[in-house]
Every structure is written in structure tokens, then in C-alpha cells.
Nanobody, 126 residues
Framework: QALLKESGGGSVQPGGSLRLSCAAS????????MAWFRQAPGKEPEWVSS???????RAPNSLKDRFTISKDKAEGAIYLQMHELKPEDSAVYYC????????????????????RGQGTQVTVSS
């Protein structure tokens, strides 16, 4: 049984919105860093956003104005709200969980996350 399961992907026109969900468990979202990565064909996984154990979110400057990560500890889930989607946002989006750094910060590299979902496809096209 997969520890993380993504849902909410699909096809959307440029400028549209999608909300991705990742079903985990209360233990996982309360004790580990949670993150979203995406991978387009032929490219390496790209960090999209992460959220600390203390619920502090972080995202790259290139995405933070359009993408928002959130967590629901009671539900044992995280979410990624995406607005103003562009064709270059098309990719398989993965939910991931991993240990935080000693400072409490979350890593932004794919290799730091040893628990990963199977991904959900997001396609942005007119």
C-alpha cells in the first residue's frame, strides 16, 4: 500500500487553476517535511514547494506567486493550489516526504525525500 497518493491532476487551459491533493497519514505530515516535485519528459525532478513540520511553506521565487502548498494535519494530507497555469507547468507532479534538516528546514532536492507518491499528470494546453 502506497504511503502517499496524489490526486487532482488533469488537463486545463492556460490561465486555469488546479488543486492537487496528497493523501498521507497524520504521522507522516506531522513528523516529516512534505514537498511537491514535478517532472517533465526528459527532465530531472524539479522542486515545486515544501512545507515544514511547523507548517512553514516555501517555494521557489519563480512559482511562489502562483503555487501555494498547505497541510491538513487532521486529515493527514497536503495540497498544492495552482493558479494561472502555463503550458510549461505541464508535468507529472509528485508528493514526497522526508526528514528535515537539523534547523527544521526542508531540503529542496529530490534525493532527500525517500517516501514518494506515484504522481499525477498535469497538462496545460489550449
Amino acid at each position: 500500500q502506497a504511503l502517499l497518493k496524489e490526486s487532482g491532476g488533469g488537463s486545463v487551459q492556460p490561465g486555469g487553476s488546479l488543486r492537487l491533493s496528497c493523501a498521507a497519514s497524520k504521522d507522516i505530515v506531522s513528523t516529516l517535511c512534505m514537498a511537491w516535485f514535478r517532472q517533465a519528459p526528459g527532465k530531472e525532478p524539479e522542486w515545486v514547494s515544501s512545507i515544514r513540520i511547523d507548517d512553514t511553506p516555501r517555494a521557489p521565487n519563480s512559482l511562489k506567486d502562483r503555487f501555494t502548498i498547505s497541510k491538513d494535519k487532521a486529515e493527514g494530507a497536503i495540497y498544492l493550489q495552482m493558479h494561472e497555469l502555463k503550458p510549461e507547468d505541464s508535468a507529472v507532479y509528485y508528493c514526497a516526504a522526508g526528514k528535515s534538516a537539523r534547523s527544521g528546514s526542508c531540503y529542496i532536492t529530490w534525493s532527500a525525500y525517500n517516501i514518494r507518491g506515484q504522481g499525477t499528470q498535469v497538462t496545460v494546453s489550449s
